[in-house]
T-cell receptor, first 112, second 113 residues
Framework: DAGVIQSPRHEVTEMGQEVTLRCKLISGHNSLFWYRQTMMRGLELLIYFNNNVPIDDSGMPEDRFSAKMPNASFSTLKIQPSEPRDSAVYFC??????????FGQGTRLTVV | AQSVTQPDIHITVSEGASLELRCNYSYGATPYLFWYVQSPGQGLQLLLKYFSGDTLVQGIKGFEAEFKRSQSSFNLRKPSVHWSDAAEYFCAVTTGGGNKLTFGTGTQLKVEL
């Protein structure tokens, strides 16, 4: 298996634009986590899904952020409109319930 | 709610010296515990995990960790550090059953040659 695949690896966008980050889970995994990493706040859990259902989205900073799992192997994290303070590295991770999470390489987002 | 504390933000050791990174968790029942390592510009890689059983667990790259319930700790150790171990190390906890994975703030390890 190729592991968790995130795209794009780097994204530079202008403030106010919509940004969509993508994540492909490891085949057979049924839990999906979205994290944001910054120097100031470290690793923050934004949202996680079990079996395509959002379980806890309390970490989603604002209504500008939304995440979906249209199917069991794919997820998107959308920011609309984007702001400079959204600049961070966004990671997704997948796991089988109650086992270790495997991380993607991350998407470095820069909002100018 | 579960939480993880890594009290050391930065640690510097000499190559060949031993290493211990501290991790304390807060959770009422037996947690599932993990250590991850992150090299610059990379994602997080699992070093080792504890679910149950033997409280001393072995991981990759010569790392080990010991679960101590009485101290709510899961410290990471390596007897002899290599320069390539320089990275950021994260302790994480989940309560299992499909619950969220919570990370500590990380410890940045620097290795002096």
């Amino acid at each position: 298996d190729a592991g968790v695949i995130q795209s794009p690896r780097h994204e530079v966008t202008e403030m106010g634009q919509e940004v969509t980050l993508r994540c492909k889970l490891i085949s057979g995994h049924n839990s999906l986590f979205w994290y944001r990493q910054t120097m100031m706040r470290g690793l923050e859990l934004l949202i996680y899904f079990n079996n395509n259902v959002p379980i806890d989205d309390s970490g989603m900073p604002e209504d500008r952020f939304s995440a979906k799992m249209p199917n069991a192997s794919f997820s998107t994290l959308k920011i609309q409109p984007s702001e400079p303070r959204d600049s961070a590295v966004y990671f997704c991770a997948s796991s089988l319930v109650s086992t270790e999470a495997f991380f993607g390489q991350g998407t470095r987002l820069t909002v100018v | 709610a579960q939480s993880v504390t890594q009290p050391d933000i930065h640690i510097t050791v000499s190559e060949g010296a031993s290493l211990e990174l501290r991790c304390n968790y807060s959770y009422g029942a037996t947690p599932y515990l993990f250590w991850y390592v992150q090299s610059p510009g990379q994602g997080l890689q699992l070093l080792l995990k504890y679910f149950s059983g033997d409280t001393l667990v072995q991981g990759i790259k010569g790392f080990e960790a010991e679960f101590k319930r009485s101290q709510s700790s899961f410290n990471l150790r390596k007897p002899s550090v290599h320069w390539s171990d320089a990275a950021e190390y994260f302790c994480a906890v989940t309560t299992g059953g499909g619950n969220k994975l919570t990370f500590g703030t990380g410890t940045q390890l620097k290795v002096e040659l």
